[in-house]
């Protein structure tokens, strides 16, 4: 009985003994088979993808380098547009001083005199004549007188204070070539006469120009 038992036992420990064999067998087997198929399918899957990663990585550069050069663009621009907006205020106020220099000046009142001949009135934005000039022979030579005063009232070398026979203080405004272009009225004191010089300077740069 002891020897029939002992019989079974090797038996039956043989018999595991060959199944975890096999079992083992079986798993290399599985192994090697899922190794050969994940190397033929998905290795070069995945060399795919690293080529696709390397590809978009290539991308990435130069669309890096694309986004510098665009920077240094916008930097260029903002120069451009900060050096223009400083022109742009300059032009602003010199719009602005301009504009202020032409409220309330005069204008330039061309009449005829009975021979025909031209001359004309610098009026101040009060209507009071401060400066008459000669005697034209032409309408175009009275325009020319006009853009010389124009030219020479703001320079105050250009003035002559002069004395009446009667000792009233007066001026003339010469042109660059010493002749006189304009004469004002008699005055009671050098302050008036003064002021009206002032006017001059004011009221010639007008471009307001009356026929009468």
């Known amino acids: 009985m002891t020897q029939l ?3 079974l036992t090797a038996s039956v420990t043989g018999n595991v003994i060959t199944i975890v064999a096999l079992e083992i067998v079986a798993a290399t087997i599985g192994y090697f088979i899922a ?8 290795t070069p899957v995945i060399k795919g993808l690293e080529a696709d990663k390397a590809a978009l990585n290539k991308q990435v550069a130069t669309l890096n380098d694309e986004l510098s050069n665009l920077d ?24 602005k001083d301009l504009t202020a220099e032409t409220i309330n000046v005069g204008r330039y009142v061309i009449s005829k005199a009975k021979n025909d001949e031209n001359y004309f009135n610098l009026k101040a934005d009060d209507g009071q004549t401060i ?25 105050d070398s250009k003035y002559e204070r002069k004395l009446s026979v009667n000792n009233k203080p007066y001026f003339v405004l010469k ?12 005055y009671e004191s050098e302050a008036g006469m003064e002021n009206d010089i002032a006017s001059v300077k004011k009221n010639g740069i007008s471009k307001t120009i009356i026929e009468e």
């Open 72 to 95: 240094e663009k916008v930097n260029e621009l903002n120069e451009r547009i900060g050096k223009l907006e400083g022109e742009i205020a300059e032009k602003n106020k010199e719009i």
């Open 35 to 42: 190794w050969l198929y994940a190397k033929s399918v998905y």
């Open 5 to 7: 038992f002992v019989q």
């Open 131 to 155: 400066l008459t000039s000669q005697m034209y022979s032409s309408e175009s030579a009275c325009f020319n007188g006009i853009e010389s005063v124009r030219n020479n009232c703001s320079d």
């Open 175 to 186: 042109a660059a070539n010493g002749q006189v272009i304009g004469n004002s009225a008699m």
